[in-house]
């Protein structure tokens, strides 16, 4: 059975940790590309008539998804609250981080999008904020154009609380 998109939409705002888009975003979104997405979920959204619609079931599965989603990120969360770290990119409440070697990259979603800051090394022996060394050559895009987004001058990291080094 389809629902109204604007219902649908009511529904997964009123879920914890929804992000809180526009109904017109999802309305472009549905006009754009014939889905949209609740979260990390894409459903498909049909119109009928002048308005847009889902398949209520479509609705329910994103729904338990986004909840499966969130109870996975509080997980993650008080794992890192224990200093307890997993190899993958992993999305916590209000950031992530994502392990490379000795080190870890962590970021918080707030200080991105004010373009305060991107995140910090942070050392996985101690935990102490650690520094960077930057001695590489620009890669073509950055030299030319804009950010490859891949750090690309990076070339060690290291921790001066407990000695630990990284090359890059």
Excluded at 13 to 41: F, I, M, Q
Excluded at 58 to 84: M, S
Excluded at 151 to 157: A, F, G, K
Aim: proline fraction near 3%; charged fraction near 25%; charge should be positive.
């Amino acid at each position: 059975m389809h629902i109204p998109l604007s219902d649908a939409v009511d529904r997964f705002k009123r879920e914890p940790g929804a992000p809180s888009n526009a109904y017109d975003w999802y309305r472009r979104c549905a006009t754009r590309h014939g889905t949209v997405w609740l979260g990390y979920h894409r459903i498909a959204a049909i119109k009928q008539g002048r308005r847009w619609t889902v398949d209520e079931a479509d609705l329910k599965d994103a729904l338990i998804k986004h909840r499966e989603q969130q109870a996975q990120v509080a997980r993650r969360t008080a794992d890192y609250d224990l200093q307890i770290l997993h190899p993958d990119t992993v999305l916590t409440v209000g950031g992530g981080y994502w392990v490379k070697g000795g080190f870890h990259f962590l970021w918080n979603d707030m200080d991105r999008a004010r373009q305060r800051s991107s995140g910090f090394w942070r050392c996985n022996t101690c935990w102490a904020p650690a520094a960077t060394e930057r001695n590489r050559e620009e890669c073509h895009r950055c030299r030319d154009w804009s950010s490859c987004g891949d750090d690309c001058t990076l070339s060690r990291i290291y921790c001066s609380t407990c000695a630990a080094s990284e090359a890059m």
